[in-house]
């Protein structure tokens, strides 16, 4: 193993201090991750909650703890709660509109696990248990006990599930870990039944004696309101037939509460301890011995121990605490859960011999603990502590760059589902759904928490702008002038991002015939451009980040959202409402799927094809070369035209080194069009056919090609 040399242990823990700030494992990044993976569950429970889907995803784990690093490559956690059911523990008033369960333990139960069977109301308004007297089909979902109540089965979603993961183009991929089910291995997602009664084993958390100094009182206060919820798995000792009946018990949210309390050195202990049992423990347990293990050694140690041994010069010291817990727990061969009451975490996890050759091995890592830290490989650790590799900034930038892609990809998916909702209806239901998603979002604004009123100042620009759009092509349809509270709208929605609200707004001009008012709007948004501008967009098989480093280094001294709303920009989408403020080129590409076999190859998360979509900068020069036109400006055309082919250069030169390109086939389109304009068909068909080499299908590029020749023919004939 590596030596440390001959320094004490404050200055060694000083050293895996300064290690953790050279990794961005600062407290201000494990703030900023956690404020930013919150504010990102907020935007999917919007999102949820305006298509009408009936459950609320909480974010949890490692990534919105911030207790990881680049190099752990933590999964992404996600607890699905179903809003559309609810548990009981005792019959009681039963609730309309949900599906109504009650929770319960027979003598097969282990702790922490119940069965769940289905309610049904009785006439005086309560509840009573479901009675089934016949067999039932599909028993591998539900199951009638001796009494007769219809029992649920943790496998009851996962037909369905399977169904969903093939129908967005994941299959034959389901991947089923615990009570997790997903379609990619770094994602796990939990569905989740929240409880309306508080379980009796939970009062262990605030009942129990203590020293008093952890958790705090308004720690605790917050922990009792955290929902708690029932989770598809069973335990692994008990009989295939029962465990399938089973339902976990999991308080994953109250955990949550208690880890964000954590100071910035007991979070460095933990993270430190993850990454001892990622490279030493895991190679021989596996996932037996889990980070739940060592979180919950982490919360017994951090309430045992006097909050002033936390310090710098510590962190080693406080590691070797932590890990004598977990031997006094292996040699007395149990391991309580710091929430709940009389379950033993080793059960079902590790056996006997398991469990003595983990206190041998937990034993040995204390006593040598210097020499395991300097050989960490995970983020070349190690390395750090012996050589003093300084590249802090390198790893905060990464950092960041993930959060705010985190946080711009959310927000355009909820502005993209906002656009193909209005797309489905009629131009007055559509208008009706715009504004009661305004309602929303001034409600959140006005009487919602911190991160409901900050995601709603994201939101609400672009609705400004969406139902500016709507009302304004209903005036251009009738004819009429543009109202001056349309106008007003528009102005809103220009703090959307850097200039989508206001390249919508330009189009709109250069519909109405407005061009010299649409000319200096662009010019405007041309002046907005500039090398610390990132781009995004989240459309599937057209995802794009672009963030350049001078646009990380501006967040650290800006904030997030004030600079995503400053300082990037997303492609623009335009539903079928749009499309008489939108140049005509530009609205084929709305009938993008014109064959069989462009349906068979749309994926359901391609509902962005049914809307025009284009990314901003190539928007803009397309709009400057029609204005421009119309103006008779010949150097202004040219230079727009001269600045859309140098942008899909650049773009191309991405996609030959596989990078993310967004749209570039529509910017191949209107660059197309630019030249037939120009009147040169032959480039505009290359260009048409260069982007069928890009995307065969789905590509409204087959019948410009057709429309193409259809004009040459006919000029030919001429």
Known sequence: MMSSGKKTREEFSRDVYEAFQDIAVTSDMIQRRRHGRLLVEIMHTTGCKLTGLKMSPFLVGSQTEGSTTKGMMSDADTVINMDAFQVVLKLGAWQTGKVNLLAFKDETTPPQFYKICILRPTPDGRQDYMNMTEPVHNADKVHVDEKGRLLLSNLWDDDNL?????EVGFKNVFIKNGPSRSHYDKLDMVDAFPCKDFPEECDFLFQRPRAGHWPKPETLEYAKQCPVFFIPQGHPHSELKERNLQWRLSTTLTERALMFSFTEVQMLVYILLKMLKIENIKPKFGDNFSTFHIKTAMMFTVERYHPEIWCIDNIVLCATY????????????????????????????????????????????????????CNLKMDLFGMRLLQKVHDQQDHQIEVIREIHYGIKSSHNTVVKDIQCRANTLDVMAALQFVINTFKYFRGQQTNGSELQREAADLFLPFVYGTLASIMASICIVSRGPVMQDVIKLYQLSFESDLMSGKLKYASMLYSGG???????????????????????????LRRNAYEPESFIKKSFHTDMVELLKTSSTMCIMFCKHDLPRVPEHLRYEMFRTQTQKDKNERHKLNIWMDLVVIDCVPFLYFLQY?????????????????????????????????????????????????????????????????????????????VHLIRLFQKIFLRFER
């Open 322 to 373: 932590c890990i004598d817990t977990l031997i006094q727990w292996a040699h007395e061969r149990v391991c309580p859960h710091f929430t709940m009451g009389g379950v033993n975490l080793f059960d079902g996890k590790l056996s006997e011999s398991d469990i003595k050759e983990l206190a041998v091995l937990l034993t040995d890592l204390n006593k040598s603990i210097v020499e395991y830290v």
């Open 514 to 540: 407005q061009y010299d008012q649409a000319a200096d709007m662009l010019n405007h948004c041309e002046g907005l451009l500039g090398p610390d501008v990132a781009h995004y967009c989240v459309c599937f």
């Open 626 to 702: 029609l204005v421009s036109s119309k103006k008779g400006q010949l150097p202004r055309r040219l230079s727009a035209m001269f600045h859309l082919i140098n942008y899909l250069a650049q773009r191309l030169t991405r996609r030959l080194h596989k990078e993310s390109a967004g749209h570039v086939e529509t910017a191949l389109h209107v660059l197309a069009h630019c030249w037939e304009l120009e009147n040169r068909p032959d480039v505009a068909w290359h260009l048409y056919q260069q982007s069928i080499n890009i995307f065969p299908t789905n590509n409204i590029a087959w």
């Open 162 to 166: 399977k169904s969903v993961f093939k």
